[in-house]
């Protein structure tokens, strides 16, 4: 018999399937994926790719989880919920590369933002410059956009020199959307790019806030994530991504020695 609760009609918030590190300062990885996803209104569903030995200082050493680890995880999520969106964080292997490929399989036209992680702010390594080509060559196939910023872009397109809209014609014969994005520079203002294959480009202008910051790219990549998930059109959903990034930069705390940790939840959160 089919109990009432089964029946219910569905009034789940959409699902993002999070693959990726886990960071125990909690400024950045899989808790800033949560905590943007639940700010959106959507269920983040966390799937380890990796731990991590971190502070917002810097990366001291990480450890990538076992193939079958990860698949089983991914499986277990796919066959108890629909998955609206899968947001990739740090994958940290060129191994975790395939171990998406399959789990993606699994989930045809499902929107994927790719969040190509290599360095952590504080430039210690979560990945060598081999896992980025990896995702060049067969992630980027079945992603709806990637976020790099633009030292990464750099290694993506391998141009250690090259300006954004450089490393963006390299790297669009690759992808649909490209997000290259400008938290690294040191201009007053920030540039966030936007490009698309089918030739039209954004910029997304913003003022440029004091400091340096633990986990801004993973909570623009898992609200877009969850943007998408929401049902939103993508160039509307990397507005309103870096929009509300900003603003949980510009509500940063400093609960540690290094940089400072976005707010992405209102202090109020569950009161
Ligand atoms: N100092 C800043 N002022 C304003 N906005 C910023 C600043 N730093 C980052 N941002 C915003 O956050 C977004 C993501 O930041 P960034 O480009 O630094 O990503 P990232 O290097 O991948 O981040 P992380 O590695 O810390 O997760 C940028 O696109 C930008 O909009
Ligand atoms: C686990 C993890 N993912 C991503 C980043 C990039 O900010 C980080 N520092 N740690």
């Excluded at 410059?129 to 391998?158: C, H, K, Q």
Aim: charged share 20%; hydrophobic share 40%; proline share 6%.
């Amino acid at each position: 018999m089919i109990s009432s609760r089964t029946m219910k009609t569905p009034n789940f918030r959409p699902v993002v399937l999070c693959m990726s590190g886990h960071d125990p300062s909690g400024g950045a990885g899989l808790q800033a994926d949560i905590e943007a996803l639940l700010a959106q209104g959507c269920h983040a569903a966390p799937t380890v790719t990796a731990l991590t030995v971190q502070d917002t200082v810097n990366v001291s050493d990480f450890r990538v989880l076992d193939r079958d680890w990860v698949l089983a995880q991914a499986r277990a999520v796919i066959a108890d919920m629909p998955v609206a969106a899968v947001k990739l964080g740090m994958l940290g292997s060129v191994d975790m590369v395939d171990t998406v490929l399959e789990v993606m399989s699994q989930l045809p036209g499902v929107p994927l933002v790719c969040d190509p992680v290599l360095r952590a702010g504080g430039g210690g390594s979560l990945g060598k410059d081999d896992v980025g080509y990896a995702m060049r060559e067969r992630l980027f196939a079945v992603s709806t956009i990637a976020t790099p910023n633009l030292p990464e872009a750099r290694i993506l397109a391998e141009l250690p020199q090259g300006s954004a809209d450089e490393c963006a014609e390299k790297l669009l014969p690759f992808i649909e959307h490209l997000l290259i994005t400008g938290g690294h520079g040191d201009e007053a203002e920030v540039h966030n790019r936007l490009y698309c294959r089918d030739g039209s480009r954004h910029t997304f202008t913003c003022a440029r806030l004091p400091g340096s910051y633990h986990g801004s790219g993973c909570t623009l990549a898992s609200t877009l994530a969850g943007r998408l998930a929401l049902g939103e059109e993508l160039v509307s959903a990397v507005k309103s991504a870096l929009d509300y990034t900003w603003r949980t930069l510009r509500d940063a705390e400093q609960p540690g020695h290094g940089q400072y940790v976005p707010r992405r939840l209102p202090l109020d959160f569950g009161a």
